[in-house]
């Protein structure tokens, strides 16, 4: 790494092949923390990726490749991009209207190229919606509206956002040499803005490997390679290492059960053959030993060498130094950097055998001893099978912990139909896909990105990404995500997501990522697994020492194992270390925490729910009381204007001309209620003719708007007033106010529990607006349920006192655990009294995971509520999503009985791990004392074979037991057996709060002034 000052962040993701246990896990991690570079390295044994952070000035993936390929392990580098937060660019789409032909669609791009900042242009005939990004320091959207004007359209904003710039590495096989690319890439990239960098990797003589970095939001996938093509004269053809069956194949790991099945084959049989000639032979026909039958004869010319022995050789050499090359060398590298793993006792303890059974041929053959020696051929063989098999049998079980996973990238089809033109349709692979596409789907099909219908209707079957068994109505302008199967319907859809910006592709990351998060139990399993091979190495030797000593003293004569069988006491005594050695099992403690987790998080994925770490699941092992945010999160969040109660009529004004006024103001600002009110007034104009112009407006945060317009042809001026704060209003206004609502205006009190907004005209009341927001379908028996399990249930609302009062008590929940009138800015304050208050108890926030972001982060863990399209907000470790049932309103569509279901899967995952250790750390402090020789004082002991098997069949009981977690099912919450008496036993404080509604319930004291908002609504 050069030194120039110009160093940036980096992240490297990485596939690694060959891992077994966490020991494995710890190797690799401690071998790359060595690199000064690196500044955090985490890897997942469940899905064999890594991501490692570095700080550079250009990418070092083939560095990190060749640490982790030193350890021992397969490594290949799946993207090293560079870490960037700045962001520079907007992208707004407009709706284009008048265009009639193509030629149109020309003069209108043709224009906004000319524009300096206009990065890039994407236009549609058929959807009459142009998408723009461009540089906000250089050109404003007033001024691309204009330009568009200016050739004869209307022009109308649909949308505005931030991006970044879409940096992507795109990997193609190229056949030249590798001078010759790397030369005319060179070129290439000079001479187009759109592509960043471009590096060759050679693969073979003829084959390379050539690395494009390019902004996808100036160049889609397509055009960049019609662009190579034409300026290289090269066949870009896209690499295909990992892509979808590649992923499949390591989830399913179909290369590892075909390795290990072979294997298993092969040294079974010879193992066979030598139990056969060691064992079964000696016991069954013992006088065929006696009378020196082959080939328990001597070899000719050679006194001491026996048949027996040299096939012995023969097969042992095979088995352990072909079949079994993969652990020794696997071994000796571990041992290079100074750690230990599976694969260190596994060389030992055959090598051991071999070694011993070699040198006692040898010695038979110096000293010319006329019988058959002692020797373990048969032992080292039947530790490799034994292994092979319980490594084919732990690969097959692992495969089926990640089936979830597998059936979400499954999902998406390999090609889609793009359409060319009115008449014209390609099937193109699904990796060609740019953003602004448009798809053909026809009925059956599986829908191969997110995107918007733009034609056609159709019922989509949304059940194996939401759970949701219902068909979902969608038209155009409905949005459709990528991997659902499409019902019979056909349709059209505009892509608006390709690659990792889709939601499934995001459903998988934040899956994948659980997995390379470490829970503290699991950091505890992996620091034992870090010292248990020194541990056990220095056990097996303390017992060789211990037993040889015993042997040559005369106790040996009290235990029948050194006064009977075959073998000199050093041999009884090398063959008791050796099972030490064997028993012992890290991979066990190592598997224990990874498959619960990959099967728990895989679980919750499929019904709707994504853990996105390991920590909570682990906090959901004691958890003390829920805070509710109250709008979007038990409410739908769609408010509605329940009354309008009108006072006065301005003189001078008709309706159509009040409710014109009341919408130009309210449109004014973003807030909740304001778009309630728009959407009402909307409804009651029969004609949208603005006759009036605003000449100033003024937002009153956490009170209302203050707006003064002027009437076009009268030039009449109006001073409009909507809001409910203290100093929104005149003195006169507040007065009339106070006798109109029996109660002084901004002290909430409104014991319908609604949200109130008033209006006023140049200081005439003209009316009051009565808002609701309804609860959700299945918030009731979710609070019931939490309630009947004895979790302490809060509600925390901007929202008025009363109108928090109704919503608890329509969920019985108990006053004094709502706090209302509480700004943004006070809910963490809320959660942190909470968790004062709750001890060593967990406190579980859940909100819409907007705007409650803090709280989320603040409480001990938080659960979002997504609104269909935000499915990783940053803020929160658990994600509720959306089951697309209500397509014009998002929000409305996520069940929350899915918290239950979160819940719920993350305590059954955390006890099936404890349960997991449990028998780990059980099976090795049972098995290794026996195989020390515990029980030798009463002539029992654990001979290798049955140490082997015994250590393999450990890994895999793991393994099966995460497995179990598959028979989850969820809570029945209506009913639920404590449900129906938890209602009775509410039937008193129903009446308790109905008899006492004027008692405060812990109005909300704000440690500081909020600046931004202090709103009374959320």
Not at 130 to 159: H, R
């Amino acid at each position: 790494m050069t030194e120039g000052g110009n160093e940036s962040l980096h992240e490297a993701v990485v596939n690694i092949s060959g891992m077994t246990c966490s020991a494995c896990v710890q190797a690799i991690i401690t071998q790359l923390e060595k690199l000064d570079m690196v500044s955090n390295a985490i890897v997942s044994l469940s899905t064999c990726e890594g991501k490692v952070e570095y700080m550079a000035d250009q990418p070092q993936g083939s560095v990190i490749k060749e640490e982790i390929e030193d350890c021992g392990f397969d490594c290949v580098v799946l993207k090293d991009t560079l870490m960037t937060t700045d962001i520079t660019e907007k992208r707004c789409t407009l709706r284009i209207g008048g265009m009639t032909c193509s030629a149109c669609v020309n003069a209108i791009k043709s224009e906004l190229t000319k524009l300096s900042g206009i990065l890039n242009v994407d236009l549609s005939l058929l959807t009459e919606e142009c998408v723009i990004m461009y540089d906000t320091t250089v050109v404003t959207e007033d001024e691309i509206k204009e330009c568009i004007e200016d050739c004869g359209f209307d022009a109308t904003l649909i949308e505005m956002e931030d991006c970044k710039t879409q940096i992507v590495k795109t990997k193609f096989n190229v056949f030249d040499d590798a001078n010759t690319i790397a030369q005319k890439f060179d070129q290439l990239v000079t001479s187009q803005e759109s592509l960043i960098s471009a590096m060759v990797t050679s693969l073979d003589i003829d084959c390379n490997l050539v690395t494009i970095e390019y902004n996808q939001s100036l160049i889609g996938i397509r055009d960049l390679i019609e662009l190579c093509e034409q300026e290289t004269g090269y066949d870009m053809i896209l690499d295909a290492s990992y892509d979808k069956s590649a992923q499949l194949s390591m989830l399913q790991r179909t290369q590892e059960i075909s390795m290990w099945k072979v294997r298993c084959m092969k040294s079974c049989v010879i193992a066979v053959i030598s139990m056969t000639m060691y064992m079964g032979v000696p016991m069954l026909y013992h006088k065929l030993v006696m009378n020196r039958t082959f080939p328990y004869n001597e070899v000719q010319g050679i006194t001491g060498l026996y048949y027996r022995d040299v096939l012995g050789l023969i097969m042992a050499s095979y088995v352990l130094f072909r079949i079994g090359v993969y652990f020794y060398i696997s071994c000796w590298k571990s041992l290079m950097h100074g750690t230990g793993t599976m694969d260190t006792l596994i060389t030992i303890s055959t090598l051991s055998a071999y070694l011993f059974s070699l040198g006692s041929i040898i010695y038979n053959i110096v000293w010319k001893i006329e019988k058959l020696p002692s020797v373990v051929f048969d032992t080292a063989i039947m530790l490799i099978a034994f292994i092979s098999i319980g490594k084919l049998l732990e690969n097959r079980a692992k495969s089926q912990t990640s089936t979830a996973l597998s059936h979400l990238i499954e999902l998406s089809p390999n090609t889609c139909t793009l359409v060319m033109s009115e008449e014209n349709t390609k099937e193109i692979p699904l990796e060609l896909l740019q953003l602004g596409d448009i798809i053909e789907v026809k009925p059956g099909m599986k829908i191969p990105t997110d995107g918007s219908i733009v034609k056609g209707e159709t019922e989509i079957d949304e059940s194996l990404m939401t759970g949701e068994s219902n068909l979902i109505h969608k038209k155009q302008g409905s949005f459709v995500i990528g991997g659902t199967i499409n019902g019979p319907g056909h349709f059209y859809f505009k892509v608006t997501s390709v690659g990792s910006d889709t939601k499934l592709s995001q459903i998988i990351s934040t899956i994948k990522n659980a997995q390379l998060t470490k829970t503290p139990i699991q950091k505890y399993a992996d620091k034992l697994c870090s010292i248990f091979v020194p541990v056990i190495l220095c056990l097996a030797v303390i017992t060789f020492i211990t037993w040889y000593i015993i042997s040559r003293s005369s106790i040996a004569n009290n235990f029948q194992t050194f006064t009977t069988g075959e073998g000199s006491n050093m041999f009884k005594c090398l063959r008791i270390a050796t099972s030490v050695v064997i028993v012992a099992c890290p991979c066990a403690l190592g598997l224990a925490t990874p498959t619960a987790i990959m099967v728990g998080t895989g679980l919750g994925a499929q019904n709707g729910v994504l853990i996105k770490n390991g920590d909570a699941i682990e906090k959901c092992k004691n958890i003390k009381g829920f805070v509710f945010d109250k709008t979007g999160t038990l409410t739908t969040g769609m408010m509605t204007v329940e009354n309008f109660n009108q006072i006065n009529q301005p003189d001078d004004l008709k309706p159509e001309e009040l409710w014109t006024l009341i919408k130009l103001c309210e449109t004014k600002s973003e807030h909740p209620v304001a778009r309630t009110i728009v959407n009402y007034a909307s409804q009651l104009l029969s004609k949208c003719d603005n006759e009036f112009i605003s000449n100033d407006c003024n937002i009153v945060m956490g009170q209302g708007l203050q707006c003064d317009f002027t009437h076009l042809l009268t030039n009449k001026k109006y001073k409009l007033c909507i809001g409910s704060g203290l100093d929104l209003f005149s003195a006169s206004i507040q007065n009339e106010i106070d006798k109109f609502s029996q109660s002084p205006l901004g002290s909430e009190i409104n014991t319908t529990g609604y949200t109130v907004a008033y209006v006023s005209i140049n200081d005439i009341l003209v009316g009051k607006f009565e808002i609701v927001d309804r609860l959700r379908d299945d918030t009731y028996i979710t609070i019931q349920y939490l309630k009947s399990k004895g979790y302490e249930v809060y509600i925390v609302t901007g929202d008025n006192h009363f109108a928090a009062n109704k919503i608890a008590s329509t969920l019985d929940i108990d006053t004094n655990n709502v706090f209302s009138n509480v700004p943004p800015n006070g809910k963490c304050d809320v959660v942190k009294q909470l968790q004062d208050k709750s001890g060593s108890g967990a406190i579980i926030f859940v909100g819409d995971g907007i705007n409650d972001s803090p709280a989320l982060v603040t409480s001990d863990l938080g659960i979002a509520i997504s609104t269909g399209t935000e499915i990783a907000i940053d803020a929160a470790d658990i994600v509720i999503l959306a089951d697309g049932s209500n397509s014009e309103h998002p929000s409305t569509n996520a069940s929350l009985k899915r918290l239950i279901y979160a819940v719920d899967i993350s305590q059954k995952t955390y006890q099936r791990i404890k349960l997991n250790l449990f028998w780990a750390l059980s099976y090795n402090t049972f098995m290794v004392p026996i195989a020390m020789g515990v029980l030798v004082p009463w002539g029992i002991t654990l001979p290798p074979m049955i140490a082997g098997m015994a250590m393999a069949l450990s890994s895999v009981s793991v393994v099966l037991s995460s497995l179990q977690l598959k028979c989850w099912s969820p809570p029945i919450l209506e009913t639920n057996e404590n449900y129906t008496e938890y209602k009775r036993s509410n039937l008193l404080s129903k009446l308790r709060d109905l008899l006492f509604v004027w008692q405060p319930n812990r109005l909300y004291q704000p440690l500081a002034d909020d600046l931004e908002m202090n709103s009374n609504i959320e």
